[in-house]
Nanobody, 122 residues
Framework: VQLIESGGGLVQAGASVRLSCAGS????????MGWFRQAPGKEREYVGH????????YYADSVKGRFTISRDNAKSTVYLQMNSLKPEDTAIYSC????????????????WGRGTQVTVSS
């Protein structure tokens, strides 16, 4: 599956941004889809993910209550709605396929998108 993110940009603190991740291929709906981010000089961080139907969603504590993940399997697209953005949310956001529990966290075992930059100014 090829994954392509869009929707990033430069915003002010407190603003909202919605990222999209469009997938290709007929297997999109078979996998849990998730979002990860990597800030400059930091390790990649799990943001959250949704199950195959989109009913179940999971989030990192750092974004819980501010970010919402949804998916539209008919469009092979997963979304990340980010509200009340903070400067510490600045990162490259990437979507990934086939999210599973791994040790004490969640990890992607499928394809990755290249990512989209989100910069939050104070």
């Amino acid at each position: 599956v090829q994954l392509i993110e869009s929707g990033g940009g430069l915003v002010q603190a407190g603003a909202s941004v919605r990222l999209s991740c469009a997938g290709s291929g007929r297997t999109f709906s078979n996998y849990a889809m998730g979002w990860f981010r990597q800030a400059p000089g930091k390790e990649r961080e799990y943001v959250g993910h949704t199950g195959t139907s989109g009913i179940d969603t999971y989030y990192a504590d750092s974004v819980k209550g501010r970010f919402t993940i949804s998916r539209d399997n008919a469009k092979s697209t997963v979304y990340l709605q980010m509200n009340s953005l903070k400067p510490e949310d600045t990162a490259i956001y990437s979507c990934a396929q086939d999210i599973r529990r791994y040790e004490s966290t969640w990890e992607a075992f499928g394809d990755w998108g290249r990512g989209t930059q989100v910069t939050v100014s104070s």
